[in-house]
């Protein structure tokens, strides 16, 4: 079954505690995102990466980093979390430019 | 600055009955635009999508239709049914630019 996987779905820690968010594809795209979804604010992209080893900023990149040195995986990294990082996070994969994006269920973080 | 704005939150309509939701655009650049729907507890999906160099996409009960000159896209449901209650989030992008731009959605509630 084609799809995106993310892991863990929820998760609550504390400030300052480094965590990563992964994120696996078995479609063979090449383009993967990830979006952050807060109330009132609808999606918003964080990063995203066009080919392995190419990755670039979203709109609100702050805070997080990525990595991309498979084409299936496109972790989302959070060095030291604060609590203004608590959001919804989805990850999502496409074949390229006009094809649609397939997002994963999300990733609800709460940070204390 | 909001380059894709959905200015209504909410929309309620009865089953049967057609549902308009409404995007606005101010990126004159953007010639690809896509409607997903989300669940709640899910990923967003893909519904449907229109190149700039159409003005109408249908497929089944869901059409969408763009005005460049105002900016301005719908999406038509026709006829509406329960399960079509979801988040409508409108996005766009231009050119070869991988990345979406989405609003903020609107939550679309068909009551039977």
């Known amino acids: 079954e084609a799809q995106v996987t993310q892991n863990p779905r929820y998760l609550i820690t504390v400030t300052g505690k480094k965590l990563t968010v992964t994120c696996s594809q078995n479609?063979?795209?090449?383009?993967m995102s990830w979006y952050r979804q807060d109330p009132g604010l609808g999606l918003r992209q964080i990063y995203y990466?066009?080919?392995?080893?190419?990755?670039d900023k979203g709109d609100v990149p702050e805070g997080y980093k990525v990595s991309r040195k498979e084409k299936r995986n496109f972790p989302l990294i959070l060095e030291s979390p604060s609590p203004n990082q608590t959001s919804l996070y989805f990850c999502?994969?496409?074949?390229?430019?006009?094809?649609?994006?397939?997002f994963g269920e999300g990733s609800r973080l709460t940070v204390l | 600055d909001q380059q894709v704005k959905q200015n209504s939150p909410s929309l309620s309509v009865q089953e049967g009955r057609i549902s308009i939701l409404n995007c606005d655009y101010t990126?004159?650049?953007?010639?690809?635009f896509l409607w997903y729907k989300k669940y709640p507890a899910e990923g967003p999906t893909f519904l449907i999508s229109?190149?700039?160099?159409?003005d109408k996409n249908e497929d089944g009960r869901f059409t969408v239709f763009l005005n460049k000159s105002a900016k301005h896209l719908s999406l038509h449901i026709v006829p509406s049914q329960p399960g079509d209650s979801a988040v409508y989030f409108c996005?766009?992008?231009?050119?070869?630019?991988?990345?979406?731009?989405f609003g903020k959605g609107t939550l679309l509630t068909v009551n039977p």
């Open positions: 479609m063979n795209h090449e383009y």
């Open positions: 999502a994969s496409s074949p390229g430019f006009g094809g649609e994006l397939f």
């Open positions: 990126n004159s650049m953007f010639d690809y």
């Open positions: 990466s066009m080919n392995v080893e190419v990755t």
């Open positions: 229109i190149s700039s160099i159409k």
């Open positions: 996005a766009a992008s231009e050119g070869s630019n991988y990345k979406l731009t």
